[in-house]
């Protein structure tokens, strides 16, 4: 049986209902149940199927039925409930996950109670055992190896599975939760792992009470446990989206909590925090090949080769507008040092995953609720430390630097705790100085941060959350039983909550300026597209718009958007990327006069004379471009780049001599595998074929160009050759004799 089928049959059928589309979707419908085992769910099949005909023919035949709306909508909602269970049916058979397993060792034990449904809490199986805990819970620190520790932990785990994997939540649900929340007798990382149960089960199997769970849990409103509840609740309306608007209950409650200031604020952290995850993966390769790399060296990296487009290393063709700057300040070049990877940390972007990805090997992690489990310095694991002949002194302190660190999430925090023992002397004597310096620190920092940042502990405290959820759909041994919630765009300001809940105009601002500091041009575009439309007068908005655009490629679109700004405020900074779009739209000559233009009004800007100098060098007048070029060299008389194009231009003009002097002084730099075919060109018009042989033969082994691109090189050169006095059969002998030596 194929699982994934089933799985993208589901998907496709909430997809056509959310659509209207009935009919399609009951048809796939039906091709499911042929793998079911419960005969029950095809009859409810066929009752929806008869249901809907006749909803059909009487709207055809025009009978007037005040109910019909309400019908139609339990209709809707009675198909996704029905594809709900035949999906959890045929998973529970054929896929051989661990959640199935689990869930019907769980069915089996129940049913040995004697007890077929739970309808209240005196039915649930672990009703003894959490009588037991509530009458002995004042009991404080029990010892771990105690049997009511050991009891209580697997009563944890019982409510956990429970939670998890009931697909509809009743009254005895219900009552578990007040007794959760509301008794006293269960810790603060107990709730936090029975509400992630709660998100996790809503993932699994759709059920409005266990969104409505989730909202109580939030509004009550205990730190550590309120963020994991809304931000449960924000990844499963985003994961539902299709879902929400046919559930008028859920619609009004979410609609409500809107209402309010501080709602907004914390689902404006959570999502913008999801939204991070998707730098991970790119920050964990950047970690891996550019920054430790630079750290293990200690020294200064070394420089990519230079061409036309660095002549000015500090303003190339591609820059952000300057009066964008204060909303970069924090993300410039910010994988280039240490001190800049800080400030992504200190932002909450996750730098740890790739380094602690190795170390989610230990035993600790097969639990299957261990990697949602808070980090406290209380926990079991902790306790294992004492006995650490270095360690076990230092543990408290340890302990409490580590559940204090706002730069580490729980599960890493684990992971380090379980690896320190297997450290040397040294290292584990390195790390206790290490934490009581960070314990320290945290010590200062935390008061007056959290007066200047009232949000502060629920921001860290949902990064945590989310870089744990992160790590479980990326690591854990079970991700393969869930859909990763964090691939794809992530585009959550186009979820129906986020509408329902947040000032869309204000937050999604903020948001497309966040996707346009990280280079998510395409999100940035589609959002600075609808503020457009609210501030059709705004020169900035279409500016970004236009430079959206350019970033990826779209130049005619990019000239649309920089025309438009030009209109509303004429600026140098657009007049010059109206002259680069025309000029990769390779309308050199229209380029060339907005480039112009452009430097009329900054006379002193060398970047404008560059690419006034390129649109020249474009169109083959080489004279001029060389009165710009040099004007850049005798205003930046250290830049070895400028010499290129100098030295090619004369060497079009039949210059020899003096293209002869300008790559001499560019040979300090070193020769690119560019300049040696120009050096062969320069020595073939001057007769020297065995120079101009060595040269081409050099350009190729030096490895920066295949052979394909250098017979592409060649040909495009081959009339500027013969219009300087190469003999045109000579082209294809030396060609042919360049390929023999290299093999």
């Given at each position: 049986?194929?699982?994934?089928?089933?799985?993208?049959?589901?998907?496709?059928?909430?997809?056509?209902?959310?659509?209207?589309?009935?009919?399609?979707?009951?048809?796939?419908?039906?091709d499911?149940?042929?793998?079911?085992?419960e005969?029950?769910?095809?009859?409810?099949?066929?009752?929806?199927?008869?249901?809907?005909?006749?909803?059909?023919?009487?709207?055809?035949?025009?009978?007037?039925?005040?109910?019909?709306?309400?019908?139609?909508?339990?209709?809707?909602?009675?198909?996704?409930?029905?594809?709900?269970?035949v999906?959890?049916?045929?998973?529970?058979?054929?896929?051989?996950?661990?959640?199935?397993?689990?869930?019907?060792?769980?069915?089996?034990?129940?049913?040995?109670?004697?007890?077929?449904?739970?309808?209240?809490?005196?039915?649930?199986?672990?009703?003894?055992?959490?009588?037991?805990?509530?009458?002995?819970?004042?009991?404080?620190?029990?010892?771990?190896?105690?049997?009511?520790?050991r009891?209580?932990?697997?009563?944890?785990?019982?409510?956990f599975?429970?939670?998890?994997?009931?697909?509809?939540?009743?009254?005895?649900?219900?009552?578990?939760?007040?007794?959760?929340?509301?008794?006293?007798?269960?810790?603060?990382?107990?709730?936090?792992?029975?509400?992630?149960?709660?998100?996790?089960?809503?993932?699994?199997?759709?059920?409005?009470?266990?969104?409505?769970?989730?909202?109580?849990?939030?509004q009550?409103?205990?730190?550590?446990?309120?963020?994991?509840?809304?931000?449960?609740?924000?990844?499963?309306?985003?994961?539902?989206?299709?879902?929400?608007?046919?559930?008028?209950?859920?619609?009004?409650?979410?609609?409500?909590?809107?209402?309010?200031?501080?709602?907004?604020?914390?689902?404006?952290?959570?999502?913008?925090?999801?939204?991070?995850?998707?730098?991970?993966?790119?920050?964990g390769?950047?970690?891996?090949?550019?920054i430790?790399?630079?750290?293990?060296?200690?020294?200064?990296?070394?420089?990519?080769?230079?061409?036309?487009?660095?002549?000015?290393?500090?303003?190339?063709?591609?820059?952000?507008?300057?009066?964008?700057?204060?909303?970069?300040?924090?993300?410039?070049?910010?994988?280039?040092?240490?001190?800049?990877?800080?400030?992504?940390?200190?932002?909450?972007?996750?730098?740890?995953?790739?380094?602690?990805?190795?170390?989610?090997?230990?035993?600790?992690?097969?639990?299957?609720?261990?990697w949602?489990?808070?980090?406290?310095?209380?926990?079991?694991?902790?306790?294992?430390?004492?006995?650490?002949?270095?360690?076990?002194?230092?543990?408290?302190?340890?302990?409490?630097?580590?559940?204090?660190?706002?730069?580490?999430?729980?599960?890493d925090?684990?992971?380090?705790?379980?690896?320190?023992?297997?450290?040397?002397?040294?290292?584990?004597?390195?790390?206790?100085?290490?934490?009581?310096?960070?314990l320290?620190?945290?010590?200062?920092?935390?008061?007056?941060?959290?007066?200047?940042?009232?949000?502060?502990?629920?921001?860290?405290?949902?990064?945590?959350y989310?870089?744990?959820?992160?790590?479980?759909?990326?690591?854990?041994?079970?991700?393969?039983?869930?859909?990763d919630?964090?691939?794809?765009?992530?585009?959550?300001?186009?979820?129906?909550?986020?509408?329902?809940?947040?000032?869309a105009?204000?937050?999604?601002?903020?948001?497309?300026?966040?996707?346009?500091?990280?280079?998510?041009?395409?999100?940035?575009?589609?959002?600075?597209?609808?503020?457009?439309?609210?501030?059709?007068?705004?020169?900035?908005?279409?500016?970004?718009?236009?430079?959206?655009?350019?970033?990826?490629?779209?130049?005619?679109?990019?000239?649309?958007?920089?025309?438009?700004?030009?209109?509303?405020?004429?600026?140098?900074?657009?007049?010059?990327?109206?002259?680069?779009?025309?000029?990769?739209?390779?309308?050199?000559?229209?380029?060339?006069?907005?480039?112009?233009?452009?430097?009329?009004?900054?006379?002193?800007?060398?970047?404008?004379?560059?690419?006034?100098?390129?649109c020249?060098?474009?169109l083959?007048?080489?004279?001029?471009?060389?009165?710009h070029?040099f004007?850049?060299?005798y205003?930046?008389?250290?830049?070895?780049?400028?010499?290129?194009?100098?030295?090619?231009?004369?060497?079009?003009?039949?210059?020899?001599?003096?293209?002869?002097r300008?790559?001499?002084?560019?040979?300090?730099?070193?020769?690119?595998?560019?300049?040696?075919?120009?050096?062969?060109?320069?020595?073939l018009?001057?007769?020297?074929?065995?120079?101009?042989?060595?040269?081409?033969?050099?350009?190729?082994?030096?490895?920066?160009?295949?052979?394909?691109?250098?017979?592409?090189?060649?040909?495009?050169?081959?009339?500027?050759?013969?219009?300087?006095?190469?003999?045109?059969?000579?082209?294809?002998?030396?060609?042919?004799?360049?390929?023999?030596?290299?093999?």
């Amino acid at each position: 049986m194929d699982t994934r089928k089933t799985i993208q049959q589901h998907k496709r059928i909430c997809s056509l209902v959310s659509e209207k589309k009935i009919k399609q979707s009951l048809d796939i419908l039906n091709d499911m149940l042929e793998n079911v085992s419960e005969g029950h769910l095809r009859d409810e099949y066929e009752d929806l199927v008869m249901t809907y005909r006749n909803m059909l023919s009487y709207t055809i035949e025009g009978v007037e039925d005040p109910e019909r709306e309400r019908v139609y909508l339990r209709l809707i909602q009675s198909i996704l409930e029905l594809s709900d269970r035949v999906r959890q049916d045929i998973l529970s058979h054929y896929s051989g996950w661990n959640t199935y397993w689990v869930k019907q060792q769980a069915e089996k034990e129940q049913r040995l109670t004697g007890k077929t449904l739970v309808e209240n809490v005196d039915d649930l199986m672990f009703k003894s055992e959490l009588d037991e805990w509530l009458r002995l819970s004042s009991e404080i620190n029990p010892d771990p190896e105690s049997e009511i520790s050991r009891k209580h932990r697997q009563l944890i785990r019982n409510i956990f599975n429970h939670l998890w994997l009931t697909d509809y939540y009743g009254e005895a649900e219900e009552s578990l939760l007040k007794i959760i929340f509301k008794s006293g007798k269960f810790r603060w990382y107990e709730s936090s792992i029975f509400t992630t149960a709660i998100t996790l089960s809503l993932f699994r199997f759709w059920h409005t009470e266990k969104l409505t769970s989730l909202i109580k849990i939030y509004q009550q409103g205990e730190e550590k446990v309120m963020e994991r509840a809304l931000t449960g609740l924000i990844l499963n309306l985003h994961y539902h989206n299709g879902r929400i608007l046919l559930y008028p209950d859920i619609v009004s409650a979410i609609s409500e909590l809107g209402k309010t200031k501080h709602f907004r604020e914390h689902c404006r952290i959570i999502v913008l925090q999801i939204i991070r995850s998707r730098e991970t993966e790119k920050l964990g390769k950047r970690l891996q090949d550019e920054i430790l790399p630079q750290v293990a060296k200690l020294r200064p990296r070394i420089e990519d080769k230079l061409d036309l487009n660095n002549i000015l290393p500090g303003e190339g063709n591609e820059e952000k507008n300057p009066d964008w700057a204060g909303m970069f300040q924090d993300s410039e070049e910010i994988f280039r040092t240490m001190e800049e990877l800080t400030n992504l940390q200190m932002e909450g972007a996750d730098v740890y995953m790739s380094a602690f990805a190795n170390l989610k090997h230990f035993d600790f992690f097969k639990d299957f609720q261990n990697w949602f489990m808070p980090f406290y310095p209380d926990h079991d694991i902790v306790n294992e430390i004492f006995r650490d002949d270095i360690l076990g002194p230092g543990t408290n302190e340890l302990a409490e630097a580590m559940y204090k660190t706002p730069f580490i999430c729980n599960s890493d925090k684990f992971s380090l705790i379980l690896n320190l023992k297997y450290l040397p002397a040294a290292q584990k004597n390195m790390m206790l100085k290490v934490f009581r310096m960070e314990l320290e620190a945290l010590g200062q920092f935390g008061d007056n941060e959290s007066l200047a940042d009232p949000t502060r502990n629920f921001r860290t405290n949902v990064t945590q959350y989310l870089q744990d959820i992160y790590r479980f759909f990326k690591l854990s041994p079970y991700k393969k039983e869930f859909e990763d919630i964090f691939t794809g765009r992530l585009d959550i300001y186009n979820s129906s909550f986020f509408r329902l809940t947040c000032n869309a105009a204000e937050a999604e601002a903020g948001l497309a300026d966040y996707f346009f500091s990280k280079d998510f041009y395409d999100d940035a575009l589609e959002l600075y597209t609808r503020q457009v439309e609210l501030r059709p007068d705004d020169s900035l908005l279409y500016e970004k718009m236009g430079y959206c655009c350019q970033k990826t490629e779209n130049y005619g679109k990019a000239l649309e958007y920089y025309h438009k700004a030009e209109i509303i405020e004429k600026k140098a900074w657009t007049i010059k990327k109206i002259g680069l779009c025309l000029r990769r739209l390779d309308r050199t000559e229209e380029a060339l006069a907005y480039y112009l233009e452009a430097g009329s009004l900054e006379p002193e800007n060398l970047h404008t004379a560059i690419m006034t100098a390129h649109c020249y060098l474009d169109l083959k007048d080489y004279e001029k471009a060389l009165s710009h070029y040099f004007r850049v060299e005798y205003n930046d008389p250290g830049n070895i780049n400028i010499l290129r194009p100098i030295a090619y231009c004369y060497f079009a003009l039949g210059k020899f001599t003096e293209s002869e002097r300008y790559f001499d002084r560019l040979s300090s730099g070193g020769f690119s595998s560019h300049d040696l075919v120009n050096l062969g060109h320069l020595s073939l018009c001057k007769g020297m074929k065995k120079e101009a042989v060595e040269f081409y033969r050099q350009s190729i082994l030096k490895g920066e160009i295949t052979t394909e691109h250098f017979m592409a090189i060649f040909s495009e050169d081959t009339n500027l050759l013969t219009d300087l006095g190469v003999n045109k059969d000579d082209i294809s002998i030396i060609l042919d004799y360049v390929l023999f030596s290299i093999g």
